[in-house]
């Protein structure tokens, strides 16, 4: 199984990444390495290969509590990892300006950090359309504890008691997931990116529950440029305002984020005002050609 988090079998897998990276640097005119998420950092750097660029998707004092029930262990343990390897790098590349700061604190000097956020096309995604009130609330993407889901479940809860006729979907790559069994949930399983994307297509409520703050939700960039409304926490809410171009919560308030999606689902008004914007930020400041300009730009000067 592919699966997001620590198992017994990935430390065998990293070695063998590790010596196939190492293999092809010697034998082909390898300019620089990039290594994408923490397993890559350390398996570049296992590898000696050099110029190795770590292009960062979280904290790991962040994420990795949430695989263990020894949080207080593994917050500690993170900790460490982030102050041990990311510094050990010729350059840091992150999504957002917070896990720069945070790795700046950690021991990475400035000079060698740039922010570029993930790229998205909007072009993959139609139109969006908007429909007539009130609408359902869908949620997409892998179902794993930094997610937050409890929250989301207790929010439609709470939203069910007052409008029996709303209902949540999910819709996962995963093939065994484990919700709650309510008639009001329904899952759906995605078994490619098209299928996603015809997902999305809908008019909808998107719900973000993540609280987690170190990475940058790809969940989220996908739902901004099909255009659909979003209701986020705070901790996750990279690049959103909270009016303009989605409703944000204070992490972890469910009463805030049931009012939220409500007033969303009853108002298709709201839901174009804010879905137009949402794809007018993916324009600006997610497109493929600024992304790879910038990153070509970081790549020639560590060169």
Known sequence: RVQAGPSWAKPLLDLGLAGKLRRIVQREQIDAVIAHNYEALLAGL????????????????DELPYYFKQRRWAIRAGAWLDAAFPRRADHCIVPHQRLAAYLESRGVAASRLSVLPPPVALSDFTEPY???DPVDIVYT?????????PLLYEA?????????????????????????????????????FAAMQAFLARDAVVALPRVS??????????????GRAVVACQGAAHGLEDGVNALVCPDNDVDAFARAMLRLCRNSDLRQ???GSARARIEAAHSFDAVGEALETVIRRVL
């Open 46 to 61: 296992l590898a000696g290969v050099r110029p190795l660029l770590y292009h960062a998707h979280n904290a790991m004092q």
């Open 130 to 132: 908007y429909g007539a």
């Open 141 to 149: 993407g892998n179902l794993d504890r930094y997610q937050n889901l």
């Open 156 to 192: 439609m809860a709470r939203l069910h008691a007052t409008e029996p006729g709303l209902r949540l979907h999910i819709a996962t790559h995963q093939r065994r997931v484990s919700v709650p069994a309510r008639p009001w949930i329904a899952v759906a399983h995605l078994e490619d």
């Open 213 to 226: 703050w170190s990475g940058y939700p790809v969940k989220l960039l996908n739902a901004l440029a099909a």
């Open 273 to 275: 005002r804010l879905g």
